[in-house]
């Protein structure tokens, strides 16, 4: 079967990477000069399970409205993106209760962890070196309330797969010394064992040249303008390089994956939310983190990877605008510095590197991946802040699915997925 994968980040590529598995031609389409150079690029570099809980919870939307305006939020969103996303808000909002944020969470760990699994498994066929690291994550507090909360959502998850270790703020210091310095500070923090870091630009890009050298066709550089279509199936996609012809068609497009499904009638509520990173040399700071933490307090995550140190902990809305903020940057490295005094020792502004990319977020938080009205159509996208951590799970998935079989994960968890295989149904998104 020749199928055209649409979009080259870390979930078109791993979901190239199990449709060749499963004997598909595979064509993959990028507009990119190479794979992995929008939102997988410099994205925070967990494989984390533990942060599988979507923006649309419950509180969220008065934080949103307290955060307005200022430009060191977490969550910053611009008055002029407002006019535009509307109906993505409604579904936000409405996905905020207590239940649809508990039902939505236990779906993006399952996928996770199935992410997980299948990124073992790509990792052990393909022999890929990416940076990788298994010692877990620690999640610091400052505060015991927050922390309580915490450890009971934890223990939630408990039976749904998530492991996880409540630790007081000495047992933080003698996992991490490097957070010595603030133990006078912590509440404590939660350990979770099974995350794992690694980047994901290393990892898709050379997943990429893997499937390149086993006849897996790349067409870069190359623009798509729409999908033709019957009232059954996709017959082509329209690119600047001509026309493609296939028997089955993936988008994979990221926050793009509306504009290319709305002339054929199909709806996806993903809008992008704009997550920043900072990437500095870790050599000058001797004493760095070992594993990756994110304090709760701070809103920000600092996270080894290879000889580098990485911080992440903005998402801001405010349409398709990629272009990175140096003053929302300062306020991150503001709040890393607090807590991490010798920070300073890697980080200076001119040779910092810094980077914005669009996540694609749905209105629920969990992501898209199935089947349209259409019978040859296939969507693998709104995958937020977790990309990395469901890439190649999703990939599974979404290449299962394409060739008529079951994937590993029940998808009637996912409210975009509704209808399940077992049924001969067609998944609608």
Known sequence: MKTV?????????ATAYFLHKRGHDVTVVERRPSAALETSFANGGVVHA???????????????????GREDAPLLLRPGAVPHMWRWGIGFLRSCTVNRFHRNTIANLHLALHSLKALHQVRAE???????????????????????????????????????HVLSAQECGALEPALTATLSRLAGGLYFPRDEVGDCYKFTEALARHLAERKVSFLYETNVSRL??????VDAVETSRGRLCADCFVVAAGSFTSFLLRPLGITVQIYPVKGLSITVDAAPWREAVRMPVIDDSGLFGLVPIGDRLRVSGSAEIARYDPQPSHKRADAIVARVVRAFPDFRRCYNSATARIWAGLRPVTPTGTPYMGQTRLQNLFVNAGHGHLGWTMGCGAGEVVAALASNAHPEIDLADFPQAAKSLKKNSKISV
């Open 5 to 13: 994968v649409i979009g080259a980040g870390i979930i078109g590529i």
């Open 50 to 68: 533990s942060e599988v809980e979507p923006w649309s919870q419950p509180g969220m939307p008065g934080k949103i409205l307290r955060w307005l």
């Open 228 to 233: 033709v279509a019957n009232r059954h199936a």
């Open 126 to 164: 393909t022999g890929i070196e990416y940076d990788s690291a298994a010692r877990g994550v620690i999640k610091t507090y400052h505060d015991p309330k927050s922390l309580a909360a915490a450890a009971r959502n934890a223990e939630l998850l408990g039976p749904h797969g998530l492991l996880s």
